[in-house]
């Protein structure tokens, strides 16, 4: 017993049990003599002053986020992949190779969660994979199920269906489908079990007038509408994302004086546009051959490989006044990469050499002989006859085959003086070659027929083929036989700060729809006439669909549509 008294004159007795020490007996205890009473006596203490803090046990907290905000910050942690119940079917998710299987690659979505894409999804179009464990893979999520979280970088023809479809509609999935036959308006394409259509300015950056080489084609497709059984799919917007990948590895590189291979996307009277990898680029028809070129159509045509050298290249400036600026601009020459024949020609045609060709343009000043193929030289008036003469006519025409002798050579200026020749004797006096006049850019014919009579302009709705006749920055004047209107730029379907001239050169034919008719005033829409052809290229191609009946499965006529076709 021990018998306790406090500073403050409390007395506390309690009942205490000794331990044993180490290695006594039990007889050593029962001896023990009961314990004393032990009177505690308080000692002088200086005084203290505390401040008593609570017990951070007690304390309450105050938590600066909401539970929603904490768990999703718990799922950043993670590595910022949503945990498995929290992914959706369509979801876009970037995984990491941890594993290759013999038919399955397992990827890692951050923390603790993983998913499997089928390895023929990983490899490219000559069937070799080029990714190994490690390399991360930007997929969707297609089945978040039993088997686990199963991602695919496009949606199968297998596991397609209409919900599915609506699900890569909003995620922006691709999808792989099968074309089957070619439509008014388009393409009739097999996603799974679900038929869709494709408009024919879907299917390619640029409008493609022969569709029949696509049947027969699996292609990838973006989904773009998705209502009640009617499938609207785009293969251009898959093709534009590409380009933009590939536009910006090639600006990495790309700088004046490279010389790169493209392939010819459009031929204009000024020239010729070149896809050179995501990146278009123009060849003007001064810069396609050394020797003279009539139209580009004569040495290039679309879908050609050509070879080009970057002469010039101009930023696009979204903040320029000049709406020219604000488009970026790639000028290519053909002609640098090829000899240049006046390297030759300056060797061969010494003054007084004497030499034969043939007259190819006729001029008030005088007449061109062509001498070799890109080698031109020039007979003034005054070498042409020994007695004046009114006109060049008077002593040659076109096509004639005529002997000269070389007068005068500026090799500078790449400039030929010749003198005609008569029976082998030289005529005239001639003039120094730097003294020729410059020849006129153009022979335009002086005249034009009138226009016939206008029939009355047409009705709001109408839509028109004209052709440019004038180019503002605030869009293009069309005419056509019925009359006259503008297109404002923003209704050319073309982006902010488009350099019009050069989507919309002179004389280019548009069709167009009239959006408003005030007296002869006419505003018309480009965008609105291909919205109505595609709407009229659906609802003709749903006419030509047979609703499912009469005890006969829908897949009938799809089914009819696949044989003769060789799947690969």
């Not at 999520?141 to 970088?153: C, K, Y």
């Amino acid at each position: 017993m021990v018998t306790v008294r406090r500073a403050s004159g409390v007395v506390e007795t309690r009942q205490i049990e000794e331990l044993p020490e180490k290695g006594a007996t039990a007889a050593s205890d029962a001896a023990a003599p009961e314990a004393t009473e032990v009177v505690a006596t308080p000692a002088p203490v200086p005084t203290v002053t505390v401040i008593a803090k609570p017990s951070p046990l007690f304390e309450e907290a105050h938590e600066p986020q909401s539970f929603a905000e904490m768990f999703e910050h718990s799922a950043k942690a993670e590595g910022g992949v949503p945990r498995r119940n929290q992914l959706k079917i369509g979801d876009k998710v970037k995984a990491k190779i941890f594993q290759l299987g013999a038919d399955t690659a397992f990827l890692t979505l951050g923390g603790k969660s993983e998913a499997m894409i089928d390895l023929g999804e990983l490899k490219d179009d000559e069937g070799i994979l080029r990714l190994g464990v490690g390399d991360e893979v930007e997929a969707h999520v297609v089945e978040t199920g039993a088997r686990g979280i199963i991602l695919s970088r496009k949606l199968s023809k297998g596991a397609a269906s209409m919900s599915m479809l609506a699900e890569a509609r909003n995620s922006g999935m691709p999808v792989e489908g099968l074309v089957l036959a070619v439509n008014k308006g388009g393409l009739e394409v097999a996603v799974g079990e679900v038929r869709a259509f494709c408009p024919s300015r879907q299917v390619d950056v640029r409008f493609v007038e022969k569709l029949d080489a696509y049947v027969g084609e699996k292609l990838l497709f973006r989904v773009t509408e998705v209502k009640e059984k009617n499938v609207v799919l785009s293969r251009r917007a898959i093709l534009e994302e590409e380009q933009k990948e590939k536009a910006a590895e090639l600006r990495k590189t790309l700088q004046v004086g490279s010389v790169l291979k493209g392939k010819v996307v459009g031929v204009q009277a000024f020239g010729a546009f070149v896809d050179l990898g995501g990146l278009e680029g123009m060849i003007p028809v001064s810069e396609m051959s050394h020797l003279r070129v009539g139209h580009p159509n004569e040495l290039v045509k679309i879908g050609d490989d050509v070879e080009v050298a970057v002469v010039r290249m101009e930023e696009a400036d979204p903040n320029s006044p000049d709406k020219a600026k604000r488009k970026e601009r790639i000028s290519l020459s053909m002609r640098q990469l090829l000899e240049d024949p006046w390297t030759a020609a300056l060797e061969k045609y010494k003054e007084g050499v004497r030499a034969k060709g043939k007259v190819v343009r006729i001029k008030d000043f005088g007449a061109f002989v062509e001498l070799e193929a890109g080698i031109d030289g020039l007979i003034h008036i005054s070498a042409m006859s020994e007695r004046r003469i009114a006109h060049p006519r008077d002593a040659v025409k076109v096509g004639d085959e005529v002997e000269v002798v070389v007068e005068k050579v500026d090799a500078a200026e790449h400039k030929i003086g010749l003198r005609l020749c008569k029976d082998g004797q030289p005529v005239g006096q001639g003039v120094a070659a730097s003294e020729y006049p410059q020849a006129p850019a153009s022979d335009a014919a002086p005249g034009a027929a009138a226009r016939p009579v206008r029939p009355p302009a047409p009705k709001r709705g109408t839509v028109v083929t004209g052709k440019v006749e004038r180019i503002e920055q605030y869009g293009i004047f069309i005419g056509w036989e019925g009359g006259k209107g503008l297109v404002p730029a923003s209704e050319t379907g073309t982006e902010r700060g488009t350099d019009l001239k050069r989507v919309f050169p002179m004389g280019t034919e548009v069709k167009a729809e009239i959006i408003e008719a005030e007296g002869n005033k006419l505003k018309l829409s480009i965008v609105a006439a291909v919205r109505s052809e595609e709407r009229a290229d659906l609802e003709a191609w749903k006419k030509t669909q047979k609703p499912a009946g009469g005890g006969k499965s829908g897949l009938g006529t799809l089914a009819d549509k696949f044989k003769g076709l060789k799947l690969s």
